[in-house]
Structures are given as C-alpha cells and as structure tokens.
C-alpha cells in the first residue's frame, strides 16, 4: 500500500501543456515523467512498436492571473467542451500534442476562481489509484488524474492616510495642513513545491 496523501500545494497549476522531450520543459514547468509507481509516463508510446515520438505532461504552478479550474480527456472527433481550451500542439515544437486523444483545459481568472486544479499525477492502469484525485481517463494504458481545491484569495491591508484640514480663520494669511505619514502593510510568502505521496481506493474509468 502507498502513503497517506501529503499536503496539498499551496498554489493552484496556471498553465498544462505536452512537450516533446524532458529536458524542454519551459522555465518554472514541472515534467510528469514518471508514473506514480516509476514507470515511463510517455503518452505517445505504442505498445507494440517502439517508436522515438515522446509525449510528456507538464504544468507549472507559477502565479498568474488565471487558474485552470478543470480538466477533460475525450477523443480528437468528440465536439470540444464548452468552456474548455484543447492543448493541442507540444509547447517546445509545436508538434501534435496526442494522438486520438485530446487534453482539454478550463482557464479562468484566479480573482474568480472558487476552485482549481493543484495537482496532476499520471498512474499505471494495472496499479492502485489515487484518494482525492479524479480520474480523467486513459491513455497508453496509463490514467491521468488530478486533485482540485478550494482557491485561497489573498487581500493585503492597507491603511490610508487622513489628512486634517484647518478651518479658515478670518484674517488668517495661510492654512497649515497636518496629517499621519502613511503606512503600507505588505505581505509576502515563499512557497515550496513538495512531490505529492497518495494512498489507494477508486477505479479510474
């Protein structure tokens, strides 16, 4: 039996993608190169022929204005779900991103996101799935799933500054104008991205 699930990330994913080979990632994408159990997690590969095509998820959880809030796997000839963008080219050469398969996303502003996807694991048919995770379907004989969760919104706090204004006397040949300096409350976080450990249960369908 695997572990019980680690905590979850602390930001939401951006942005999904396919690219090419593993070391074309682009700057702040993490790679699913492998399956939860070690295996290849290459989504173009042929089970019987051995092919040099390779195809590898990838998602980067750098802030953004938008999230992506779903996720769905259909058929390249299924009608595109509303609401829905498709990752059809790889981001590093522009090649077709899958064959008879197709990833589509929902990308909505982060300001009105409720909830999001935060993380996307890619696991072997014949081995346990995930707990929180859905299960978008298969591919290659591997599952892609992803957990979602509710989008925290961060307000800063910020004090105004009140300026006080005399009245005018009579007679008086200036005004003197007094007021509090003003003060700015900032707040900042340095966040870390764990590799996320998960128990079993679900069938993926």
Not at 103 to 130: G, N, T, W
Request: aromatic share 6%; proline share 5%; hydrophobic share 35%.
């Amino acid at each position: 039996m695997s572990e019980t699930s680690s905590q979850q990330p602390v930001d939401p994913i951006s942005a999904v993608g396919v690219i090419t080979s593993l070391n074309k990632a682009p700057n702040g994408f993490y790679v699913v190169a492998q399956t939860t159990d070690g295996s290849d997690a290459d989504l173009w590969k042929d089970a019987l022929f051995k092919s040099k095509v390779t195809r590898y998820l990838c998602f980067t959880r750098e802030a953004g204005p938008d999230v992506v809030a779903d996720m769905k796997l259909t058929d390249v000839k299924d009608v595109l779900p509303e609401g829905f963008t498709p990752v059809q080219e790889t981001m590093d050469t522009k090649e077709t991103a899958m064959r008879k398969r197709r990833l589509c996303v929902k990308i909505i502003p982060r300001a009105a996101a409720e909830a999001a996807v935060y993380d996307i694991q890619i696991v072997a048919k014949s081995k346990p799935h995930l707990v929180n995770y859905t299960c978008l379907g298969e591919i290659n004989n591997m599952g892609i799933w992803y957990r979602t969760g509710d989008v925290v919104h961060h307000q800063t706090s910020q004090e105004t500054s009140i300026t006080a204004i005399p009245e005018t006397l009579p007679n008086t040949a200036s005004r003197r104008t007094t007021g509090r300096p003003d003060y700015e409350h900032q707040s900042s976080g340095n966040y870390t991205m764990t590799a996320s450990t998960n128990s079993l249960v679900s069938t993926c369908t």
